[in-house]
């Protein structure tokens, strides 16, 4: 079972690409595991992608376990990949802050197959955390192949624990698509859902209505305080009745 209060922080920003080409997306696409990614190609010899990211500041005054998950594919099977743990107080670090050696090291054993690989930070590299003003966690990426590949990264989270229980604000989306119990489907999904942008979950009406469930991500606190609910929309038509039901 997960650790009482843990919450799952994001990337803040976008990776910082150090070594291959960018093709394509930014760290929003690695909020869920979904079909939209981050996509690096590897370069030089043997071809290699290394690339950094950093979680948004998190809001506990003591942490006590933090894990790692990832989930991306590549278009190559056999391609090597590691992570490395950002803690430049560990003498071992010699790195820029990085271990020589991989903190965890996995195979993508076949093309275009998600693979997640998961790491839990050691008491060390914990405390490093917990002596910074803002807390954040930064780790490396590198993955390595023979000829041209492309890693399509999917979702990259920290999930982290810790007291007391955080007492911030914060939002959370959905990680499933709705449940359309009156209407019908035309196009996006729960992705569609998560930033005010141009992109959106349709529904048709059936008959005079249309009306559908959603579920929020996990919410990882013991205790809530307090819950909004916020939805933004467009119809087609004016004057059309809508209503949220708890």
Known sequence: ???SNQVDFRIAGNPTLI????????????????????V???AGTPRTIVWEATS??????????????????????????????YNPSDPAHTFGGYDASP??????????????????FGDTDIAYVNSLATKVV????????????????DKLVFKVAGTPAPT??????????PTIEVGSYVLGDFVSLGTDDTSYYTV?????????????????????SSVEVRFIGRSTQSGVVQGIYV
């Open 103 to 120: 903190d965890q090291a996995g195979v993508y054993p076949s093309i275009g197959t998600d693979a997640t690989a998961i790491f839990t």
């Open 168 to 177: 911030f604000f914060r939002d959370y989306v959905l990680d499933t698509t």
């Open 138 to 153: 930064k780790i490396k990426l590198k993955a390595t192949y023979t000829s041209v590949f492309d890693l399509r990264a």
């Open 40 to 42: 690096t190609r590897g």
């Open 56 to 85: 948004e500041a998190i809001n506990y005054t003591t942490i006590t376990d933090i894990t790692v998950e990832f989930t991306g594919q590549t278009d190559k099977a056999g391609v090597s990949q590691e992570f490395y743990i």
């Open 19 to 38: 070594t291959g080409t960018y093709r394509s997306g930014s760290g929003t696409d690695l909020r869920y595991n979904d079909t939209s990614y981050y």
């Open 204 to 224: 048709r009406r059936v008959g005079t209505t249309v009306q559908w469930a959603a579920v929020s991500e996990p919410i990882g606190l013991d205790t809530l």
């Open 1 to 3: 079972a997960p650790p």
